[in-house]
Nanobody, 118 residues
């Protein structure tokens, strides 16, 4: 069964950096685009970044461009989100995800909280 487990969240001061990791299992990781989303309570979950199967292509939300970097290590079945210059507006639960083939259903991790506060 597919499983995604996020780690690396926590409390960071404004202007600080944090790297999230998402360890995948139960599927052929290198066959799939991987994504990071985030959600603030009371708001819709929003896409932050996407990376292609081989890491060659990436896409970022406008809010993430220039500050966040998505990367992956297919040998470790892990996708990362390096976040820099964090602001309180980046406070959210962060989720990694991929889409099942055919159904295109999103498969989510359990999420991890990032809090940016002084």
């Amino acid at each position: 069964q597919e499983q995604l487990v996020e780690s690396g969240g926590g409390l960071v001061q404004p202007g600080g950096s944090l790297r999230l990791s998402c360890a995948a299992s139960g599927f052929i990781f290198s066959d799939y685009h991987m994504s990071w989303y985030r959600q603030v309570p009371g708001k819709q979950r929003e896409l932050v970044a996407v990376i292609a199967q081989d890491g060659g292509n990436t896409h970022y939300a406008d809010s993430a461009k220039g500050r966040f970097t998505i990367s992956r290590d297919n040998a470790k079945n892990t996708v990362y989100l390096q976040m820099t210059n964090l602001t309180p507006e980046d406070t959210a639960d962060y989720y990694c995800a991929f889409r099942r083939p055919i159904t295109q259903q999103l498969v989510w991790g359990q999420g991890i909280l990032v809090t940016v506060s002084s």
